[in-house]
């Protein structure tokens, strides 16, 4: 909506529920926009939309909003889409929101830019990083005060800050993995407002027929203490010789495993998109898409990470950089992954992953 920016006021995050309760990814957007907020000097509002909530609202008050703005109704029990944009119209259109974020999950993805469509005004997704400043335009010769920069991976190497300085609210997804939750407060004291549903008795062309849970993966990497990826790196090892990557695999595999077994902890492998689209028959339902880490995977931030025969493009660090302690291992001394690897290692990965096994069996510590 384009208008004089003062109407606009506070910050909104779309919150999510996984079941009973806040969802984790949402606690983390609550943070991001917590930040936003206390810069701006202005609220923060979650809001949620279902049936059932419940507690859900008192527990994004002790996780940090301010307010939340609550729609409980048993038409909101299907997520209907097209249903939820209408609610959030009418909120945007009535309460004129600063800025309101979202997350880069699948709810978000769908619901953000429908309804900065309808609002006419920008969207930035998947961002990694949020901050407040001014904006000097040399082109309008202007200054926007105080937006809220969106700053996310580019296409290629470098990372974009994205404005949108004309139209509010200002709308972003942000991606999960990239802000701490804010320390749970059950004291925190907030407004739970309940609004009704307009237009409750719309009747939409979809319609919610039946409900199918997709099993979840046994695969966790986002509570994996320990990952460890592979990359194009395994498809030949230093003499030049081609290697079946299943090879790599299985060592990688054992050495999840000892890990498991010598330290107790919880170890998974992760993988890049280069090795994962190279679809390898070898590694056919090994590494799937789920196993990706990245800008288009998953975002982990294991107590330790090891990357084998990875280089370390922008698409992979940004979803792993925040490990606590990066191992690298690459045969080039110059490969990226090193400016960012606590303990970058110049070896072939068929020469580390048996001699790493060994250790570890042999009681050397991986964790810090
Ligand atoms: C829009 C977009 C989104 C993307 N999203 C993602 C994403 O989510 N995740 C992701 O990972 N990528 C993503 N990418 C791809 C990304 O840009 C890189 O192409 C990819 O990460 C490279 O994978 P790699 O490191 O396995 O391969 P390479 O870049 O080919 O690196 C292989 C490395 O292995 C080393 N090596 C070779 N042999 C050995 C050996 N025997 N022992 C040790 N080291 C060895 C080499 O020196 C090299 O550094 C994306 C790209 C785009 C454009």
Redesign the pocket.
């Known amino acids: 909506m384009s208008a004089d920016p003062s109407d606009y006021r506070n910050v909104w995050v779309y919150l999510e529920r996984d079941g009973d309760a806040l969802s984790s990814d949402s606690k983390e957007l609550i943070a991001a926009g917590r930040k936003v907020a206390d810069k701006l000097q202005q609220e923060l509002v979650g809001v949620i939309l279902g049936y059932g909530l419940e507690g859900i609202p008192r527990e994004a008050i002790e996780y940090g909003v301010d307010r939340v703005l609550a729609i409980d109704d048993p038409v909101l029990a299907d997520y209907l889409s097209l249903r939820i944009i209408d609610a959030l119209g009418y909120l945007v259109r009535e309460r004129r929101p600063y800025s309101f974020l979202f997350l880069s999950t699948e709810q978000g993805k769908d619901l953000a830019p429908r309804l900065a469509y309808r609002m006419k005004t920008g969207l930035a997704t998947d961002n990694i990083q949020l901050e407040v400043e001014d904006y000097v335009s040399p082109q309008a010769k202007q200054t926007f005060k105080n937006l809220v920069i969106q700053i996310r991976?580019d296409?290629?190497?470098r990372v974009a800050k994205i404005y949108t300085p004309r139209t509010r609210p200002q709308m972003s997804t942000v991606r999960p993995g990239h802000f701490d939750p804010l320390a749970h407060d059950p004291e925190r004291k907030g407004v739970v407002e309940i609004v009704p549903l307009q237009d409750r008795k719309k009747v939409y062309t979809a319609v919610v027929k039946e409900l199918k849970e997709i099993p979840r993966s046994a695969l966790d990497l986002k509570s994996a203490q320990v990952v460890i990826s592979?990359?194009?790196?395994?498809?030949?090892?230093?003499h030049g010789t081609l290697?079946n990557p299943r090879e790599a695999y299985e060592l990688a595999l054992e050495l999840k495993k000892a890990i498991e077994e010598k330290e107790g902890l919880k170890t998974e492998i992760g993988?890049?998109?280069?090795?994962?689209?190279a679809e390898l028959k070898d590694l056919h339902g090994l590494l799937t898409h789920e196993n990706?880490?990245?800008?288009?995977?998953?975002t982990v931030s294991p107590q330790v990470y090891i990357?084998?025969?990875?280089?370390?493009?922008?698409?992979?660090k940004?979803?792993m950089q925040k490990s606590r302690k990066i191992v690298a291992?690459?045969?080039?001394p110059h490969?990226?992954?090193f400016q960012i690897a606590h303990y970058p290692i110049t070896?072939?990965?068929?020469?580390?992953l048996p001699e790493m096994i060994r250790r570890v069996r042999g009681g050397t510590k991986v964790a810090a």
């Open positions: 991976p296409f290629g190497t592979l990359g194009l790196g395994v498809l030949k090892d230093k290697h993988a890049t998109r280069a090795l994962i689209y990706q880490i990245g800008q288009t995977g998953v990357a084998l025969g990875i280089s370390g493009a922008t698409q992979h940004v979803g291992v690459n045969l080039d490969a990226p992954i070896e072939d990965v068929y020469d580390f």
